[in-house]
């Protein structure tokens, strides 16, 4: 077990925070989709393959329930058996001098790192974990919250990234296995973090990119013991990896300014390279059928589709990097592959593209979806839908197809940055003031 430096966890209080990647489901899972176990759900793609939630939904329509979260986290609703999963940061103390300035960001109090368990059928609060309680090191953007990460789960195993408050992993229960500390980091402009770990077998991989001496990790999800680390020249990155087999053999990839990495998921060995995305990479990889899509969007507009089967060395045109695409792609959110399409938002706008997985050449868009003013949470798609969820309370339902359609536009009188979260015929929306479950009258 790594050491904590310096600080002390109760075994009686806990809470849990993390995300992103292909997830081993336990073998008491009936299927895939009967959970949404991180961020971008039970394939790591935004995709729930077997649902069908609603269409639409207001303040007094299809809304199963609500319950209001204390505190301020951006983390992802994560659903696993009859609980739901979402984390916060509650200040305690009276934060410091300093925010303002040319981005507004939020300066440091006395913070509680928390995690809240809810009944997935009611939404009542089954209980409330503090992992820590401590004043974060450095500020966090104006849009942003010291609870980013969503909670990651293969039914075994609750593993939480509070990043430079710690890593912290449990039992199904609640019950500490572990706790370490891998440093502070830098953040550019002090925008905070946010970028998840991936879980896979026994290996919980995590990305440490920022203004300091970059790496990437893999430690062992039962002990929290180190299995390998490698070194990245890399500089703030805020994407989440994402696990997937080639051939045979796991690998994790990383996508972040100077290259997208595909490592051994083993030794941590680099597999291959390719350069390409823009400063400020946040969007995760998306791996569909063997092909992973990588997109960027803030000084430049990078969007990549690369053959996994043929990538070694350094990728290029005219081998593995099956097509590119530069024009409006994603700051913020990550795009979403369905069927064979691949939608995505420019920047953090209220503007869509789709673009053909096979040739990278344009479907539809730019399309302006009417009422979203700003976008940050990732699109997720269902029963030939795509959602997406804008800051300030509306959601544009597009129908899956090769020509621009909007099916519905629903309002909530909250703000929305978390992405959201599809089991069976539910809905999962994490707004500012509350979380919801939005299901038609009948279900």
């Not at 390719?274 to 000084?299: E, F, K, Q, W």
């Amino acid at each position: 077990m790594i050491a904590l430096r310096g600080w002390v966890l109760s075994l009686s209080v806990i809470v849990v925070v993390a995300v992103g990647c292909e997830v081993a489901i336990g073998a008491e899972a009936v299927k895939r989709d009967a959970h949404w176990p991180q961020w971008r759900g039970p394939n790591g793609d935004g995709v729930a393959r077997d649902a069908d939630p609603p269409l639409q939904w207001g303040d007094d329509k299809n809304i199963k329930w609500k319950t209001a979260i204390p505190g301020g986290g951006k983390s992802t609703p994560v659903v696993w058996g009859n609980h739901i999963y979402v984390t916060s940061a509650i200040v305690t103390g009276t934060p410091g001098p300093g925010g303002g300035g040319r981005f507004g960001s939020k300066p440091p109090a006395m913070t509680q790192f928390v995690l809240f368990a809810l009944n997935r059928h009611n939404g009542k609060i089954a209980w409330k974990k503090i992992a820590r309680e401590t004043v974060p090191h450095e500020t966090t953007h104006r849009d942003g919250s010291w609870a980013a990460g969503s909670v990651v789960t293969d039914g075994q195993v609750i593993i939480a990234n509070f990043g430079s408050a710690g890593i912290f992993g449990f039992d199904m229960k609640g019950e500490t296995l572990w706790a370490t500390d891998l440093g502070d980091m830098r953040t550019r402009n002090g925008f905070g973090e946010g970028a998840s770990p991936a879980l896979h077998g026994k290996y919980l991989v995590i990305n440490w990119d920022h203004e300091g001496d970059s790496f990437i990790v893999a430690l062992n999800k039962t002990n929290g013991e180190e299995i390998w680390r490698n070194d990245r020249d890399e500089r703030t990155s805020w994407s989440t990896p994402v696990v997937t087999n080639v051939n045979g053999k796991d690998q994790v990839i990383v996508s972040a300014t100077n290259n997208t990495y595909g490592y051994d998921l083993a030794t941590g060995k680099v597999i291959w390279q390719c350069s390409g995305m823009t400063t400020n990479a946040i969007p995760t990889p998306i791996v569909v059928d063997g092909v992973v899509y990588l997109a960027s969007g803030y000084r430049g507009n990078a969007l990549q589709a690369i053959k996994l089967s043929q990538a070694k060395g350094k990728v290029q045109a005219g081998g593995a990097l099956l097509w590119s695409y530069g024009r409006d792609t994603p700051y913020v959110p990550t795009p979403v592959v369905y069927g064979d399409g691949l939608y995505m938002i420019k920047s953090n706008t209220g503007i869509l593209t789709r673009v053909s997985i096979k040739t990278g050449k344009v479907d539809f868009g730019p399309e302006r979806l009417e009422g979203i003013r700003g976008v940050y949470a990732s699109a997720v798609a269902a029963a030939d839908r795509i959602y997406i969820v804008g800051r300030f309370g509306t959601t544009v339902v597009v129908k899956h197809d090769k020509t621009f359609k909007v099916l519905a536009t629903n309002k909530l009188d909250d703000a929305f940055d978390a992405s959201p979260a599809i089991v069976g015929k539910h809905l999962f929306l994490r707004g500012e003031k509350h979380l919801y479950c939005i299901a038609g009258s009948e279900r």
